[in-house]
């Protein structure tokens, strides 16, 4: 189990960067490009945190992402749209996000519970 933390004073991840403080893992050398993926992880938010992305899928049909799922006010959105889940604050939880490739369709649990779809 990789434990990853950001902290708000922490620095970009490049000293010419613009970005916000960060920690990624990126899989390279796969083909992403068909089939059906599953990522999960654990999250924990500190009360007062927002904007905070939690996962995030590059590339897409359109556009540059198929994926940003997002903390505002302790609730998950995807973008700054639509409700995932709520009351995130504060506390452990299990996020998986299955990615059908091929199916064009990606579907977000939390805690074992299906919360999103699209």
């Known amino acids: ?7 708000a004073d922490d620095k970009p991840h490049d000293p010419n960067s613009h970005t916000q403080p960060r920690t990624e893992i990126r899989i390279k050398g796969l083909d992403y490009s068909s089939g059906v993926w ?7 938010v500190p009360n007062g945190t927002s904007g905070a992305i939690i996962s995030q899928i590059h590339g ?3 556009g540059a ?7 505002y006010d302790g609730n ?10 709520t009351g995130l604050y504060d506390k452990w939880f299990r996020l998986n ?4 490739v091929d ?4 579907t977000v649990y939390i805690d074992g ?4 779809s699209t």
Do not use: C, N, W
């Open 1 to 7: 189990m990789v434990m990853l933390k950001v902290y």
């Open 60 to 62: 897409a049909a359109s």
């Open 65 to 71: 992402t198929t994926l940003i799922l997002r903390i």
């Open 113 to 116: 519970v299906r919360k999103y």
């Open 38 to 44: 599953q990522f999960e992880g654990y999250g924990f």
């Open 76 to 85: 998950m959105r995807y973008y700054r749209g639509d409700l995932v889940d």
């Open 103 to 106: 199916g064009g369709k990606v």
């Open 97 to 100: 996000v299955i990615h059908d």
